[in-house]
């Protein structure tokens, strides 16, 4: 085995072999491959293509240089991931959901990335949450709470953690066989019996159009079924933000209210449909269908807000948070409304720039050592094709400082288009992959 074997043939258009990959990988890990050799085999890859195979043989191999988790629990273990997009939430009702429905939930998580904000920082929000447990605990809650929502320690695919700080800085990150790799190597560590997948697509997201998300979709769900995991994806429409609220506190809010008052918007839905399918894969419902009802069900007579406190109390938030959650959550000092210039429908919402405001207000991070302010945001966001006034409250900015809510407002107003014929709205799921 040689790193420079390794990446000659890349470069040939060649795919290596397993065990090539395996070795890599382990070095990746244990610094047996620079970095210099590292950056070269991401450019390899990234100027070829591996295919289904090559692109299992990476993520197994970028898996298993760390720990894989196993179980011992009465019943299949289930995960979800999403590409990320702006007023996401819904890991917060499906893990609780799924956990409600039979499943077990041990769902690895991360910070905010770019201008979307990070499930590990929304959680945070609440006093108390750890969510950084060592993994005996973390398997622990998982089996008292049946569900947990963990960052990922040093154990985890290690080979991946490196490499994406090499993709991060030679312009390799947008590789369709990397970005495979990267997110599934985590996911596998943790033995799902089944995955279910949310890539979205529009203003919000990362994929901006349907066929680059439909590309991921198929080459996530390709990979992990080559990998052993019954895998099922859903392309998801994010051209606004699927929840009223922007920010780390105000989407906990958000939550609490569809667990608690029965809502039934986009984040609810989307929730029960990824819910669904994930059910269906795992052998918990008979199809689709019946565990979308499922999860609607257990997302309106509460038991899922019972099971949500559940995971909190066990990872160290309040007791009566289900109760009395306003009480504790964190709340900005300044409020501060963005109205309309001028009378018609909203057309078009840029959800990047909302979610980069949301960032610049403190809510995200510019550079890795920013403090996140638990408490800013948006709130009582416009969505596509409501009827506006001049004068209408676009959004409610949620700052700690006047000059920057001041600053923000620009930046709201000018993510909104409003036009004078009302828009056809786009449906909330285009596409179901597996």
């Known amino acids: 085995m040689d790193a420079r074997a390794i990446i000659a043939r890349l470069r040939k258009g060649e795919v290596p072999s397993e065990d090539q ?13 620079s970095d210099a050799q590292a950056g070269a085999f991401a450019m390899a890859v990234c100027m070829g293509q591996l295919g289904t195979e090559g692109r299992a043989a990476l993520t197994r ?24 997009g702006v007023g996401d939430a819904v890991s917060f009702l499906l893990a609780p959901a799924l956990a409600e429905c039979g499943a077990f939930v041990p769902m690895i998580s991360g910070r905010g990335l770019g ?13 108390g949450v750890a969510t950084l447990l060592p993994q005996d605990r973390f398997q622990q809650v998982v089996a008292s709470a049946g569900c947990a929502i963990v960052g990922a320690t040093g154990e985890i695919a290690p080979a991946d953690k490196r490499l994406y700080a090499i993709r991060d800085v030679t312009a390799t990150v947008e590789s369709l066989d990397l970005i495979t790799a990267s997110i599934l190597s985590k996911k596998l560590a943790e033995a799902p019996d089944a995955l279910v997948l949310d890539v979205k697509t529009g203003s919000g997201a990362f994929m901006k159009t349907p066929e680059e998300a439909r590309a991921l979709a198929k ?12 895998t099922r994806a859903v392309v998801s429409d994010m051209s606004q933000p699927l929840a009223p609220a922007l920010g780390n506190a105000l989407e906990i809010a958000e939550v609490m209210r569809v667990l608690t008052e029965a809502c039934t918007g986009p984040l609810a839905r989307l929730t029960a449909i990824l819910g669904g399918e994930a059910l269906c894969a795992a052998g918990l419902a008979k199809t689709a ?18 099971r949500f406190g559940r995971m909190l109390a066990a990872q160290g938030g309040p007791l009566g948070f289900v109760d009395n959650w306003a009480r504790f959550l964190p709340e900005a000092t300044v409020m501060h409304e963005v109205t309309a210039t001028e009378t018609g429908y909203i057309t078009a919402i840029d959800g990047e720039a909302l979610g980069l405001t949301v960032v610049g207000l403190g809510g995200g991070r510019q550079v890795e ?12 966001v416009l969505g596509l094709g409501e009827k506006v006034q001049k004068g209408t409250p676009l959004a409610v900015i949620h700052a700690s400082r006047e000059d920057a809510a001041r600053r923000a407002e620009g930046e709201v107003r000018r993510a909104y288009t409003i036009g004078q014929t009302a828009p056809k709205l786009p449906d909330l799921v285009l596409e179901r992959i597996g």
């Open 21 to 33: 990959l395996r070795w890599f990988a382990q070095g990746l890990a244990d610094g047996g491959v």
């Open 289 to 306: 269908d019946a565990g979308k009802k499922a999860i609607f069900d257990v997302l309106a007579d509460g038991r899922a807000a019972e």
């Open 369 to 380: 050592s920013d403090t996140v302010d638990p408490a800013v945001g948006l709130s009582r």
């Open 115 to 127: 201008h979307t904000g990070g499930t590990l920082d929304k959680l945070e929000s609440v006093p």
């Open 219 to 230: 080459a996530l769900t390709e990979t992990a079924q080559a990998a052993g995991c019954p």
């Open 61 to 84: 191999a970028m898996r298993d240089s760390g720990k894989v988790m196993s179980w011992s629990l009465p019943g299949p273990v289930v995960d979800k991931h999403s590409t990320g």
